[in-house]
């Protein structure tokens, strides 16, 4: 059971962003995508969503072997997929409750009842540390950045993904938050979810800790390794990246 | 016999009614509303005999109250009142609820004192037409310092093609009181034409708390309804005002709110949702004729199929009326490429030392915000519902009445389910 990139190529507008992405996260496993700003980190997580503002040039995207590549965002979220937003989407109007219990709704059959629904809340909200008056507030609407990321994180352990990708969850974060946050993604981790965390910076790794680490330029994976290449990382720089590929190159 | 008070104000009216020609009212832009598709002459006030009780009204009223709790209730189909019931302790207390036609003959002078007193016939052949015209009508008196728990209702409905109703509501709720006011207009789904023509006029005394809502759900037939609404709220009073319009295939109103002395305070928050070929003229005024008074309004519209919707918002603040604090603001959503909105706020202030702000906005369903909700796995049609409905969420929630709340939230759903072919093609065609 996995999450499968193939050679994926991705442009916007006029301009060629991914440049042949291969990628493959297993059930279970936590993967960890690095790489400087404007790498093209945060398009690969939009187009494995369907974000209508990415177009798929050449490629695969499957998801437990079946092609989602053209398939609509709620298809793929309901195939298992779930991403936890750098910039969540504010929605007006529709309390963090309400649109929880819709998303919930949204892959069963049958409507969850209401007092499952509440224990289910709750029991992820004390993992998360989060006061019982936030699921009355308007979701993302006047949230700090904190709030915000805390608010992705209890999406992800309510709808349970079978892979999980979080988009820069870390940047913005003070270390408390970050700590929580961890926390939580600690948690929800194990047999029945990969993860990919997507992130600029190592700090979040030394909380959470990756199986795998790839690390993304210009378009491309350029380098992929253990845990110990987000070390180098750490020590070194994007720039030793660069320096390395360009010498590659030439 | 000489003429009674009434009589000389109804043919008055009558004047105006026939010297003036049926109006078409322009504005600088794309945007004329014409009543040249409205057979006027085919069109006449109909009678029915009165119910004896609820279970007997008309099924939309029935459907609508859906048995809540009420302190008083008053039908009106056509042009007669068929059902007025009243808490009785509340009638001990003193409160009047009954047609205007019965609080003419049982309460003159009270009648006299207020009637017309902010509405005139010269305003307008429609305004002359139900000043000249109406029959039935709802008459709220509150007496002073008596608090009302359950909704007063009055209820306007019609359900036969061919009819001209003529309608007047007038409130007078006492110093100190308080109540909540709520006037709906309903017909089912009539096959023709229909007329509503109606004058409300209501008064807050001093120190009064009132609530005031107003529903407007013609259904799917030709009703136009051309009305005028107005507040006065006294010093130190304060009144709550949630229009919600749903529905006619051609609505002019004016919908005015008076702060009209020292310390009265004004909230307005007002909803319309048009679909197919309706076409809404709303024109709404917060005056404040006094200093030290407070107003805040905001009027949500959304607008699917072909329907055209414009609501100008004027806030009027007359000289010396300063330390007013006052603020506008008007929103519509275009769910359908074909349908088309204006929102126009603006502003006139004769005096110095205030606060008034206004703004406006057109916009469409935010792609970001649906893009969102169907990463959560949330279906596209259901996305772009929950998100008109969450726009509409801070008005309906002004209305603090759960059971009305419940049924405009349906109403609406129920509108988004059947634009929703409309609704998805623009969305996607984006």
Redesign the interface.
């Known amino acids: 059971m996995s999450l499968e990139i193939q050679n994926l190529h991705v442009r916007t507008e006029d301009k060629e962003i991914l440049r042949g992405v291969n990628l493959k996260v297993e059930k279970g496993e936590t993967h960890a995508l690095m790489g400087p700003n404007g790498s093209g980190k945060s398009t690969l997580a939009n187009t494995i969503?369907?974000?209508?503002n990415y177009e798929v040039t050449e490629g695969r995207i499957l998801v437990n072997r079946e092609e989602v590549t053209e398939a609509?965002?709620?298809e793929?979220?309901?195939a298992g997929v779930?991403?936890a937003?750098q910039y969540?989407?504010?929605?007006?109007?529709?309390s963090v409750a309400n649109?929880l219990r819709?998303?919930v709704n949204?892959?069963r059959e049958e409507p969850i009842k209401v007092k499952e629904f509440g224990s289910m809340l709750r029991a992820n909200m004390d993992l998360l540390h989060i006061d019982p008056d936030f699921t009355k507030r308007?979701l993302n609407e006047g949230f700090s950045g904190g709030e915000k990321k805390r608010a992705e994180i209890l999406?992800l352990a309510m709808?349970k993904p079978e892979f999980a990708i979080l988009d820069e969850t870390d940047s913005g974060l003070d270390i408390d938050a970050l700590r929580i946050v961890s926390d939580g993604v600690n948690a929800l981790r194990g047999p029945e979810m990969g993860t990919l965390i997507i992130t600029h910076y190592t700090r979040i790794l030394q909380y959470v800790t990756p199986d795998y680490v790839h690390i993304m330029l210009n378009g491309r994976i350029v380098r992929e390794g253990g845990r110990e290449l987000a070390d180098e990382l750490e020590e070194k720089g994007y720039d030793w990246i660069r320096e390395e590929v360009a010498a590659g190159a030439a | 016999m000489p003429r009674s008070w009434l009589e000389e104000k109804r043919a008055a009216a009558l004047e105006v009614y026939e010297r003036e020609p049926i109006p078409t009212w322009r504005r600088s832009g794309f945007w004329t509303t014409t009543l040249r598709h409205l057979r006027l002459d085919e069109l006449e006030p109909r009678h029915y005999d009165p119910v004896d009780s609820f279970e007997a009204l008309p099924g939309v009223v029935v459907d609508a109250l859906n048995g809540e709790e009420l302190s008083g209730l008053i039908v009106q189909r056509g042009a007669s009142t068929i059902f007025t019931a009243l808490d009785e302790s509340l009638a001990a207390d003193g409160v009047i609820l009954s047609s205007l036609e019965q609080a003419v003959v049982q309460h003159p002078e009270l009648v006299q004192q207020w009637y017309m007193k902010r509405l005139s016939p010269e305003e307008g052949k429609f305004p002359a037409a139900s000043a000249a015209f109406w029959t039935g009508g709802a008459f709220l008196h509150v007496p002073k310092n008596l608090k009302i728990e359950n909704p007063i209702q009055v209820v306007y409905v019609i359900d036969e093609p061919g009819t001209a109703q003529y309608a007047h509501t007038l409130g007078v709720v006492g110093e100190f009181a308080e109540c909540y006011l709520r006037e709906y207009c309903l017909a089912p789904d009539i096959d023709g034409q229909a007329l509503h023509a109606g004058g409300f006029e209501l008064y807050c005394l001093p120190g009064s708390q009132v609530k005031l809502a107003h529903l407007q759900d013609w259904g799917s037939g030709e009703v136009y309804d051309i009305s005028t609404k107005r507040v006065e709220i006294q010093r130190d009073a304060h009144c709550g005002w949630v229009p919600i319009h749903l529905g006619g295939r051609l609505t002019k109103q004016t919908l005015d709110i008076v702060t009209a002395e020292q310390g009265s305070d004004m909230r307005h928050n007002g909803l319309y949702f048009t679909e197919g070929e309706e076409h809404l003229d709303l024109f709404s005024t917060d005056l404040h004729e006094q200093g030290n008074t407070t107003g805040d309004t905001v009027w949500k519209g959304a607008l699917t199929g072909e329907s055209r919707a414009s609501y100008e918002g004027l806030i009027h603040i007359v000289a010396g009326a300063q330390n007013t604090n006052t603020y506008l603001q008007t929103h519509s959503m275009l769910l359908s490429p074909k349908a088309k909105a204006d929102s126009i706020p603006s502003l006139i202030v004769k005096t110095d030392n205030v606060s008034a702000s206004h703004g406006g906005t057109v916009g469409e369903i935010d792609e970001e915000q649906v893009f969102y909700m169907m990463t959560r796995g949330i279906r596209r049609r259901e996305a772009v519902r929950i998100l008109v409905e969450g726009y509409f969420e801070p008005v309906i929630g002004k209305l603090e009445d759960p059971p009305l709340e419940e049924l405009v939230r349906e109403l609406i759903a129920g509108k988004i389910a059947a634009a929703e072919e409309h609704v998805e093609e623009y969305v996607s065609q984006r």
Do not use: C, E, W
Request: aromatic share 14%; glycine share 8%.
């Open positions: 969503m369907g974000n209508p609509d965002p709620d793929r979220a309901r779930f991403m937003f969540p989407a504010t929605i007006p109007g529709v649109f819709t998303a949204a892959r308007y999406q709808l």
